[in-house]
């Protein structure tokens, strides 16, 4: 084997994205196989993203925080001895994660970033993780967006119903104004509009209310 012109022109594929391989002729041998070796360089391109392993999670949020772990250790354990569950969501590690919240704020999060549970820890609090965290502010909704078709219900404290189209909700940012809401009204619930013909809404005081889905308006997401 013919030793590389210099040794320093051996690349460590752990260090970087993008390689560059030198081709020099070597005029030692001939050419047997019709082989035409061209000035000029070769440049490798390596996703390392596609190298990791994907492997299957559970968000949850109890009283106790925000934390994630692998699927086969919540259904063991689940979060029983963490108080009161919130809500939990199976997730792929390559996914994000979108939380609404009562102030009508999505915040995004890729799976990978929220806590894992270890130990005593038992998950991080809401002002740890989302920027701009207000006191009284709460997580109402939790999901794992694919795919940005359809529509989200919207549903507020001062009786305001509303759908905006998921494509509205594709962004890069970790923050977005997810609905408008007016003076003193909060955002309590969201929900996939998965094509029932009818929602009801339950209050605290036992009170019911019944209505065709299709009668919740259409709304640009930040219209209150």
């Known amino acids: 084997m013919v030793p590389p012109a210099d040794p320093t022109e051996i690349v460590n594929l752990s260090q970087g994205k993008s390689y560059t391989i030198r081709r020099e002729e070597n005029t030692n041998y001939p050419d047997t196989n019709g082989t035409e070796l061209t000035d000029g360089e070769a440049k490798i391109e390596v996703d390392e993203s596609a190298l990791k392993e994907v492997t299957d999670l559970v968000v949850y949020a109890t009283e ?21 569950l919130l809500f939990a969501l199976p997730v792929k590690s390559d996914q994000k994660v979108q939380f609404f919240t009562s102030s ?37 909704a939790a999901f794992c967006l694919a795919r940005y078709e359809g529509d989200l219900l919207f549903f507020t404290k001062k009786g305001m119903a509303k759908r905006a189209a998921l494509s509205e909700f594709e962004t890069r940012s970790k923050k977005l104004a997810a ?23 339950v209050t605290k005081k036992a009170m019911s209310i019944r209505f065709a889905a299709d009668a919740i308006p259409p709304m640009g997401r930040t219209a209150a």
């Not at 999060?109 to 006191?135: C, H, N, S």
């Not at 007016?182 to 809404?201: H, I, M, R, T």
Request: glycine share 14%.
């Open 64 to 84: 106790a925080g925000i934390k994630r772990t692998t699927a086969k250790l919540y259904a063991q354990r689940g979060a029983q001895e963490e108080g009161r």
């Open 104 to 140: 009508g704020v999505m915040h995004t999060l890729p799976a990978e970033e929220i806590p894992e549970v270890k130990g005593k820890f038992l998950g991080a609090q809401p002002a740890a993780l989302f920027p701009g965290w207000t006191d009284g502010e709460r997580i109402v």
């Open 179 to 201: 609905c408008g809401l007016k003076e003193g009204d909060e955002l309590l619930a969201v929900v996939p509009d998965n094509g029932e013909e009818s929602v009801l809404l």
